[in-house]
T-cell receptor, first 114, second 112 residues
Framework: GAGVSQSPSNKVTEKGKDVELRCDPI?????LYWYRQSLGQGLEFLIY????????KSGLPSDRFSAERTGGSVSTLTIQRTQQEDSAVYLC????????????FGDGTRLSIL | GNSVTQMEGPVTLSEEAFLTINCTYT??????LFWYVQYPGEGLQLLLK?????DKGSNKGFEATYRKETTSFHLEKGSVQVSDSAVYFC???????????FGKGTRLHILP
């Protein structure tokens, strides 16, 4: 497929468990973004990767959230000791480079914390 | 700070009606402005954009004009279709920045 791929599409887990969300960007896209869409809220920026530069983590809501991007391609967003307020749709986007290029979004992972 | 405010939904219209979804922004400098659309069950898609004052973005019959004087980027369509039912997000990206700041989204229902 040519688009941004995210997995799983749905994840239900118990409070306190750790979860990993995966994002496969479009091939050749050097910029990768994670966003969160909570019920009743707008989209919230979480973290941004650009090539080999240090990621911009300014949007991560707490130290329970972390993300990595291996080999400049696939990215994993990890949430440790999940809380109910972490329930949201987590969206990944990629772009050809970081400036003036449209971001292409995946379909998201719907995370539900019981 | 930088922010985007758009009209709350849901907005319900009949097919062929005229659509306006209001969006205003607060930002330093000269941001780029965007409308994204999320159709049911799908991810976000870029609908249109404008990068400087007085630019008009257009796509699929939708238009929005970058109004610096009123800090607005209202989305309009002359005749909506049932297939336009979706959630629409207004967004900005500051000059020299890479993050996009989104509004809360407006859900649009078009009745046949």
């Amino acid at each position: 497929g040519a688009g941004v791929s995210q997995s799983p599409s749905n994840k239900v887990t118990e409070k306190g468990k750790d979860v990993e969300l995966r994002c496969d960007p479009i091939s050749g896209h050097t910029a990768l973004y994670w966003y969160r869409q909570s019920l009743g809220q707008g989209l919230e920026f979480l973290i941004y990767f650009q090539g080999n530069s240090a990621p911009d983590k300014s949007g991560l809501p707490s130290d329970r959230f972390s993300a990595e991007r291996t080999g400049g391609s696939v990215s994993t967003l990890t949430i440790q000791r999940t809380q109910q307020e972490d329930s949201a749709v987590y969206l990944c986007a990629s772009s050809l480079d970081s400036r003036y290029q449209p971001q292409h979004f995946g379909d998201g992972t719907r995370l539900s914390i019981l | 700070g930088n922010s985007v405010t758009q009209m709350e939904g849901p907005v319900t219209l009949s097919e062929e009606a005229f659509l306006t979804i209001n969006c205003t922004y607060t930002a330093t400098g000269y941001p780029s402005l965007f409308w994204y659309v999320q159709y049911p069950g799908e991810g976000l898609q870029l609908l249109l954009k404008a990068t400087k004052a007085d630019d008009k973005g257009s796509n699929k019959g939708f238009e929005a004009t970058y109004r610096k004087e009123t800090t607005s980027f209202h989305l309009e369509k002359g005749s909506v279709q049932v297939s336009d039912s979706a959630v629409y997000f207004c967004a900005l990206r500051r000059a020299g920045d890479d993050k996009i700041i989104f509004g809360k989204g407006t859900r649009l229902h078009i009745l046949p």
